[in-house]
Each structure stands twice: as structure tokens, then as C-alpha cells.
């Protein structure tokens, strides 16, 4: 690869993934960690903290549209609580494996899954003003068959 190319490439790749440098001159990590303090789900939390932002137009155009999407559905159905501040994740693991949880763990557990039915019933209750949010919502098991 000659040297036109290298500097092509590199262009391209500049205007397509944000740099540190540029993260840090907007102080992209005290927004993330603002964003990261609303969440109320202890999985959001984690994705919030990890966010980089997008230079590519359709990624933007629809992570947009996913939004919009989002904001129709809480126009549709006013406040979805989906709280839950436990990461259960340990203790799912280690009841897969055949471990015994305390009942304090157990509630946890039920805790979680009640978020996740909520939320699924509520993304496929208006999959007509937010198609978006309903794909993803029928994604979550229905965990009461």
C-alpha cells in the first residue's frame, strides 16, 4: 500500500471513529457517567458507561429512528417502570450450575423477570406506534409458558 492510500485509509477512518482526543475535549465520559446515574436496570448501567459515539450517517439515522421509536412508546403508555437495581447474573449463573440461592437471591431473580415481562407485554402492546420497540421486545422470552 503506498502512501496516498495509507493517509486515504486513515482519513476515513478518523471520520468514521471518534478519538480519544476528541472524546476527551468533550468530556465524553462525565456524560456517560450522567446518562449511566439514570438508569434505574442495573444491565443499562453498564451499556450507558460503554457508549462510543457513531460518525457513520445510516448507524446515526438509525439509532434516531430507534429513539424516536422509544419516545412514541412512552407517549403510548405514559411511565414503564422497568427498576430494578440487583445484577442477578451471578446468581443465575451459579443456580445453573446446579448451586442452591438464598431466598434473598430468589427475589432478586423475580424481581428481574418482572421487568423483563413488563417490558416485553408493553413493547407488544403498541407494535403499531412503535414497530421499533416491539421487534426488540418480542426478542425477551416469554418466560410463563
Known amino acids: 500500500m503506498d502512501k496516498a492510500e495509507q493517509n486515504s485509509l486513515k ?6 471513529e471518534p478519538s480519544n482526543r476528541n472524546l476527551r475535549l468533550l468530556d465524553f465520559d462525565a456524560i ?19 457508549l462510543i459515539p457513531s460518525y457513520d450517517e445510516n ?19 405514559g411511565d414503564l417502570n422497568l427498576e430494578s ?5 451471578d446468581s443465575v449463573s451459579r443456580c445453573s450450575l446446579g448451586g442452591v440461592l438464598p431466598g434473598i437471591d430468589l427475589l432478586a431473580i423475580a424481581e428481574s423477570l418482572d421487568v423483563h415481562r413488563r417490558a416485553r407485554n408493553a413493547t407488544i402492546k403498541i407494535q403499531s406506534q412503535a414497530p421499533i420497540m416491539s421487534s426488540i421486545g418480542q426478542v425477551i422470552p416469554d418466560l410463563q409458558e
Do not use: K, P
Open 11 to 16: 482519513s476515513a477512518t478518523e471520520t468514521t
Open 32 to 50: 456517560r457517567h450522567q446518562l449511566a446515574n439514570e438508569m434505574t436496570f442495573f444491565g443499562a448501567r453498564s451499556i450507558a458507561l460503554n
Open 59 to 77: 448507524q446515526v439515522r438509525d439509532l434516531q429512528e430507534e429513539t424516536a421509536d422509544a419516545c412514541n412508546l412512552l407517549d403510548e403508555l
Open 85 to 89: 437495581s440487583i445484577d442477578t447474573s
